[in-house]
């Protein structure tokens, strides 16, 4: 993600040199402009040999650590964000704040009741609701994935806990994290709606120790909301050997609170263009994390990739031809609250944006590349590529973005 | 362990044939007696290829689960144990019970306080006093090692919290637990002397995730008892970090109980010996845990290795020379409790144990053997290594411990 993050930002810098006629006007040129092609270099190479994106999320998690949307430490680390963008000598550094409903963990328990009586290890899901006062303590219901409960009759369930238990295998792409992680989101009001009273999901993650993975998730409006959470690997593993035996009734206690109206932001900073200064192109990562973790890899690592590479084009000394703007976005894991508050506080300017990319798939070295490009355009990419097909995915992706202006 | 502990038992029972002789008095045969090797290698494979050992894993840590040194938990685990061993045919099965001092876990939070608030995941070390009413607010010192801490000034850490940060590094022999560990044991009492007035260590594990490992701590009679926990990996490198940049303050909450006298105990079974019932080998596990974990590995794995060994020696269907004696140790995590109760029951026949082996140290595929077989004796362990040596320890273990008979 970073190198995707810094050349599709590199491009729209580079746009400046206009020596050859404007860029977005003739993108399938045959010949890369040699000035772009050397300005292009110097990105990257700046890029690939600091630590600046680094330093950067080592100074997010370290110094604010986990920032759940809409508390204090999300608003420390925009408070934190403004800070550094004008330490790196940003100017138009703005936040917006937009209002959301709040939600703050609690104490979270599960225990196995009767002759296997033993605590098993669980998150609360993010949004989930309270368990009654006293917990619940009811018979589980086990499933292999959510499919199977959908097939379930309506009723069979009540008064049941529902425990999904699909397993996520390791995929190199990631694929699997979005063919498992649909359970989070739509088990409780799947099984609400059966009858039961609560829900437990395998943790959504591959790994086999106890700290099971959190996340958010919601419920649908015409059933009762009832509580979520997650069990680690190894305690799913414990609790399916326990139903191989026979019934196994669990207590859970649970005491999440919402916290009504809160407040989170968008820390946005410019790069103002010196063309089209009212055409923009978004780059950024979310600030806001999950509060069990300090939120390094999602999304420390987008806020250093894009903040980097921003800085990287404020160094190079041009302005750019149209407005880069970095956008650190508030409350994004619990859905997307900061793109839809930007969406409707912009909305008579949206129709300027050109491109808009987010960094949020952690940081690693570079294994693969996706790109749209066409047969007959790969030779453009090729300039910028070296010796790895770099600037494909770049490519490919400005191609399509700019191709309806 | 598995191994060491299965071809200790084998030895032993093996002994019952005295065709050729006292095996005790006659261990440096230049022939080894062909009879005996047959039933050596009888038991040896059985042992390996049959799921016994884990069969009995698999069921103590599924049903009971964690089960802390005289917890209600571990008293259901000696019920298990007797159920487990009757049904395995056993018939010479006790129970024997001993007093010790209870302890319970508590609620356990650490903050970071000030400009980098933030939470940090601690574990209380067994045996730890409870933090006083409103927790423990106060300054970190951070120490590389426990002799660096040690070189401190005596009142040089007043009102402070002590930190040591030493790092476990993975060997493949496990020396490196040992070389650590001897931190958690010890920082308390050092620390109290030097003034501090809680302390946390680096988790004594090489994880890298949020789950720290537990374990437990004491005190010298002649300081105060402080607080002790340990931070997690991830979590020692975050406050490592935090201190790089400063002063940290960190509030503390612990509420661990003395739960004043409870009742632990040894399971006892007794394969009798034919010839010499009198005297006793033993061969065990323990059968508490910590209560963070299943105790699969420490020591359920002991418990399955031991318990499957003597079950094979049992279905030989011939007496042992000598009684050989199971004892599933109650109380060892904190203190070998089990084992010095033992030791005063049976006073008045201690002389009469001819060797004792616990298998505590987990379980895996076979990659050394340690033995104290001299050279001129290596010839003998050749008919019962096969091609791997896998006599070579049991067989330099027994020669010392039937030597001074």
Redesign the interface.
Known sequence: MRAKALMTAAFLAVGVDSSEGAWAQDYVVAETPATLIKQVETLRTAGLHDRMGYEII?SLT?????RLAGS??EA?AQDWAVAKLKALGFSNIQVEPFEMEGWARGIETAH?VG?????LTITTLGGSVATPDGGITAEVARFDDLYQLEAAPDGSLDGKIVFIDLKMYKTQDGSSYGNTNYIRGNTPSVAARKGAVATLIRSVGT?S???PHTGGTRYADDVPAIPAAALSNPDAD?LS??LE?GPVSIKLEMTPKSLGTVTSGNVIADIMGSEKPEEVVVIGGHLDSWD???GAIDDGAGIGITMAAAKRILDLGIAPRRTIRLILWGAEEVGLLGARAYAKAHADELANHVIAAESDFGAGRIWRFESRVGAEDLPLSGPFTGNCGLWALAWGRMKRAVAPM
């Open positions: 080592e370290t110094e604010i650590g986990p204090a430490r420390a196995v002759a296997a009586a033993q605590p790994d120790h106890r700290f414990q050997r326990l035996r069990l973790g300090t």
